[in-house]
């Protein structure tokens, strides 16, 4: 009875590692973009004779846009350079928080964040410079060790798992215990000890120590790396009048077919042990299909509600963004931030005016009003534009105007976006009649 036990633990405990395994798969596929995920799912159908892999067939003459047929132009859709990993932690940043002291602080701990995700610094000289209390720094730390990739703004290897295993519902239980109390014992393979210490057969330890092995000791590696010549689009946006409707691209939809003639054949003839093969091959091909399915199925939900955010600049390309910040998506799905900022980084959305990249609809507010700072622009540019040349409006008028408005902007802040438009000063855009 004993034996039975330990032995429907241990399986309980290889399921509980092999869930892990898949979930951990299941989120990399859904930060990958097309191209990275058409190279994953390339690689997997080589080991799995199963997999027949029908990668997006590219059409760089015409492509449909509702009922029309325009020409697609994939120069533009070329992107200007990989995205860094300072610029993917700054970028979060400005997604998820206001502009108060621990963001800035964050900003500053960022700078010291090398390519590896590690973060290198003096603790007290930057309280020093900043002027910031203990307690503060480690709140800023708390926050910037929570962004995206897991893992980063560590300071040493331990921390660095640790962080990654905090975050994964589906660590083994002690794993994150093993790391903290006994790094030194896993690093120099005291697995033995390990055991006897902590209660544990030989075989749950051994599960421990390949989940650990699974973690990511660099967490800032495979930023900056080269790009896909052009974008695929993952989706498309139709406009009819006044009426939006999102849809999946399929020309970059990826594909699977099941190899069935070659598993009909194989299975007739099969002993026990090729059964099982195939039985396996089999599982992981319908697990690998649901996956991309669900992959598919999320970003498509994240962009309908892109779009219900940003309805009036998908009507109107002049118009402005609204305030849009990665937990307001995340709320409304139910869905960690993390998911969203998965499903919009490297994933573009096409329409009829140009192909945009999802993490380019957030917006962050410019103050506690429902106020962006591309909306107050758009209101500058339109205040100009109907103002009598003879008596042109001031900037302290427009911070009025923006005030009556519903927008509170400083006058400085309004000659700071009026610059950004190339717009010159009211005394320069006087006309005498």
């Given at each position: 009875m004993k034996f039975q036990q330990g032995y429907s633990q241990a399986q309980q405990q290889t399921q509980k590692l092999a869930m892990t395994q898949k979930l951990q798969q299941a989120i990399q596929m859904l930060q990958y973009n097309t191209e990275e995920l058409r190279d994953y799912v390339e690689t997997v159908s080589l080991e799995n004779p199963l997999i027949e892999v029908v990668a997006p067939k590219i059409r760089s003459d015409l492509t449909m846009m509702g009922n029309r047929t325009e020409k697609t132009d994939f120069i533009g859709q070329i992107p200007d350079q990989h995205e860094s990993l300072f610029e993917y932690l700054i970028n979060q940043i400005h997604l998820n928080y206001r502009d108060t002291f621990l963001r800035k602080l964050m900003l500053v701990l960022v700078e010291y964040v090398d390519i590896n995700g590690y973060l290198k610094i003096d603790e007290d000289e930057i309280k020093l410079e900043m002027g910031a209390t203990d307690i503060q720094l480690l709140d800023a730390l708390t926050l910037l060790q929570q962004l995206d990739p897991p893992g980063v703004g560590a300071r040493d290897l331990q921390e660095c798992l640790m962080l990654q295993t905090e975050r994964d519902d589906y660590a083994p239980d002690l794993a994150y215990l093993l790391l903290e109390e006994a790094f030194d014992k896993i690093a120099n393979h005291r697995f033995e000890q390990i055991g006897k210490e902590y209660n544990l057969t030989m075989v749950q330890v051994q599960e421990i120590i390949d989940y650990i092995r699974s973690l990511n000791p660099f967490p800032g590696a495979g930023f900056g790396e080269s790009v896909p010549d052009f974008i695929i689009p993952d989706l498309s946006l139709i406009r009819k009048e006044d009426q939006l409707e999102v849809l999946s691209n399929k020309r970059g939809q990826l594909k699977l077919n099941f190899n069935e003639s070659y598993f009909m054949r194989l299975e007739q003839q099969a002993d026990a042990e090729t059964k099982e093969y195939l039985k396996e091959k089999f599982q992981?091909?319908?697990?690998?299909?649901?996956?991309?399915?669900?992959?598919?199925?999320?970003?498509?939900?994240?962009?309908?509600?892109?779009?219900?955010?940003?309805?009036?600049?998908?009507?109107?390309?002049?118009?402005?963004?609204?305030?849009?910040?990665?937990?307001?998506?995340?709320?409304?799905?139910?869905?960690?931030?993390?998911?969203?900022?998965r499903a919009v980084n490297g994933k573009y959305i096409e329409t009829d005016f140009g192909v945009f990249e999802l993490r380019s609809f957030f917006v962050n507010k410019i103050s506690d009003e429902d106020t962006s700072a591309d909306e107050v622009k758009q209101l500058i540019k339109k205040f100009i534009d109907e103002e009598n040349k003879n008596k042109p409006l001031s900037d302290q008028k427009i911070a009025d105007m923006l005030k009556t408005n519903g927008q509170k902007v400083s006058r400085r802040t309004v000659a700071k976006y009026r610059e950004a438009l190339g717009i010159a000063s009211s005394s320069k855009r006087r006309r005498f009649d």
């Open positions: 992981q091909y319908e697990w690998l299909k649901r996956t991309i399915g669900q992959r598919k199925d999320t970003i498509l939900e994240v962009g309908k509600l892109i779009v219900k955010y940003q309805r009036p600049f998908f009507l109107d390309k002049k118009g402005a963004l609204k305030p849009l910040m990665l937990k307001d998506i995340a709320k409304e799905l139910e869905v960690h931030e993390s998911t969203i900022s």
